[in-house]
């Protein structure tokens, strides 16, 4: 019995889609939103706060801006990359420059696991996109720390991901990232460096110029 023209199509259409769905990403966002679930009913004595996160209605909770505070700890990005599991080291992320131990989670963030591209490093781009290698729609790293171009949807997301972090009962704030100062000092010596020979070629073109002149 040949299969209508109409059901071909439906059927067709629905195959492409589905081919399209990144089914690791969309259990991933599946389980953190029940965690997240889990956490404001525990947080806030709300039995019902499954309902709104699960249909993806809710606002993602505003984390405290603490990146000033005296007692919170720094971390720099080569000191993110050593956390990496590997020897007994433990596994920390960051994620809008906030670091997270994620070690007891092992079984999801160790060498071989979904999660473990965000690893030892600031991958807050990834964390909306979905894009967890090579390049993104925009041309990016996926796994950037950069949110230039990103929608009002995937910087929602990433929020959501940082709720996740921030209230979960087993995972730790550990500090906020930042870079190497011995990194940003030489940095500045060869920016100085650079503006002291574009004077210098400045000057002596000027006076080249002084020279054919006279």
């Known amino acids: 019995m040949p299969v209508p023209i109409w059901l071909a199509v439906t059927l067709g259409a629905?195959?492409?889609?589905?081919?399209?769905?990144?089914?690791?990403?969309?259990?991933?966002?599946?389980?953190?939103?029940?965690?997240?679930?889990?956490?404001?009913?525990?947080?806030?004595?709300?039995?019902?706060?499954?309902?709104?996160?699960?249909?993806?209605?809710?606002?993602?909770?505003?984390?405290?801006?603490?990146?000033?505070?005296?007692?919170?700890?720094?971390i720099t990005r080569e000191e993110l990359e050593e956390m990496d599991g590997?020897?007994?080291?433990?596994?920390?992320?960051?994620?809008?420059?906030?670091?997270?131990?994620?070690?007891?989670?092992?079984?999801?963030?160790?060498?071989?696991?979904?999660?473990?591209?965000?690893?030892?490093?600031?991958?807050?781009?990834?964390?909306?996109?979905?894009?967890?290698?090579?390049?993104d729609r925009t041309g990016m790293d996926c796994l950037s720390s950069s949110l230039e171009g990103l929608t009002d949807k995937e910087l929602k997301e990433i929020d959501r991901w940082v709720e996740l972090y921030e209230t979960h009962d087993k995972y730790t704030f550990v500090g906020h990232l930042v870079d190497d100062p011995v990194n940003e000092v030489l940095e500045h010596i060869e920016d100085d460096e650079a503006e002291e020979a574009a004077v210098d070629i400045d000057q002596s073109e000027e006076t080249n110029s002084e020279n054919v002149a006279t």
């Open 14 to 74: 629905t195959g492409i889609a589905i081919a399209r769905v990144d089914f690791n990403m969309f259990f991933m966002k599946f389980f953190r939103d029940l965690s997240r679930s889990k956490s404001r009913a525990r947080l806030h004595n709300n039995k019902y706060a499954m309902i709104p996160v699960m249909l993806g209605i809710e606002e993602p909770i505003k984390i405290k801006d603490d990146v000033d505070a005296e007692n919170v700890m720094t």
């Open 86 to 135: 590997f020897d007994g080291a433990p596994l920390y992320l960051a994620i809008k420059g906030r670091v997270y131990d994620v070690s007891a989670g092992k079984k999801f963030y160790a060498e071989g696991s979904d999660y473990h591209d965000w690893v030892g490093k600031d991958a807050s781009r990834s964390f909306g996109t979905g894009c967890r290698g090579g390049t």
